[in-house]
T-cell receptor, first 114, second 115 residues
Framework: GAVVSQHPSRVICKSGTSVKIECRSL??????MFWYRQFPKQSLMLMAT?????????EQGVEKDKFLINHASLTLSTLTVTSAHPEDSSFYIC??????????FGPGTRLTVT | AQKVTQAQTEISVVEKEDVTLDCVYE???????LFWYKQPPSGELVFLIR??????QNEISGRYSWNFQKSTSSFNFTITASQVVDSAVYFC????????????FGKGTRLSVIA
């Protein structure tokens, strides 16, 4: 199957700083990428849909000014958590779409804000 | 609206027992896809199976089998002769055929296999 990478896999940052997470589709071009957030012992919650060359579509309740998403190329989408706080600590997972039945997930990024 | 229900929050079995994880879905689409993923403690989602709505054949892959029944909108997953390595959270998911839309996930079932 296709490969999607995420970087970093783990990050610890201080409260008030910003953190950027990269999601790359390594062997295909993805016009659409998705960002999910997962709290401990919960399911994946869709945060936003990222389309190459256009603004991301955010789910209700997700602050677009806090979670900045940029999809500058067909193989790269970035999620920046701005002014991170401890409540932003979570597991962030991206997926890249190659069609309605083909979505490939990255390995996830575990963010801890101290 | 689409919805996936995994009624079993946690299941605990003894090694070598068979276990079935239930998944019930709701959709108005005639064409859709169903998935199962495994999420071990590392967090990475492991793809297990994809099934389109027109293919109701059951599938077996080693100790894993899936029972898709459109009449009851269910897509159940059975692990035969469970092993400790099967311990993980399992997610059932649904997607329509309209284009680049996200997967709709169930809440997941945490399976613990005890030696």
């Amino acid at each position: 199957g296709a490969v999607v990478s995420q970087h970093p896999s783990r990050v610890i940052c201080k409260s008030g700083t910003s953190v950027k997470i990269e999601c790359r589709s390594l062997d295909f071009q993805a016009t659409t990428m998705f960002w999910y957030r997962q709290f401990p012992k919960q399911s994946l919650m869709l945060m936003a849909t990222s389309n190459e060359g256009s603004k991301a579509t955010y789910e209700q309740g997700v602050e677009k000014d806090k979670f900045l998403i940029n999809h500058a190329s067909l193989t790269l989408s970035t999620l920046t958590v701005t002014s991170a706080h401890p409540e932003d600590s979570s597991f962030y997972i991206c997926s890249a779409s190659r069609g309605p039945d083909e979505q490939y997930f990255g390995p996830g990024t575990r963010l801890t804000v101290t | 609206a689409q919805k996936v229900t995994q009624a079993q929050t946690e299941i605990s079995v003894v090694e070598k027992e068979d276990v079935t994880l239930d998944c019930v879905y709701e959709t108005r689409d005639t064409t859709y896809y169903l998935f199962w993923y495994k999420q071990p403690p590392s967090g990475e989602l492991v793809f297990l199976i994809r099934r389109n709505s027109f293919d109701e054949q059951n599938e077996i892959s080693g100790r894993y089998s899936w029972n898709f029944q459109k009449s009851t909108s269910s897509f159940n997953f059975t692990i035969t002769a469970s092993q400790v390595v099967d311990s993980a959270v399992y997610f059932c998911a649904l997607i329509d055929n309209s284009g680049n839309t996200p997967l709709v996930f169930g809440k997941g079932t945490r399976l613990s296999v005890i030696a």
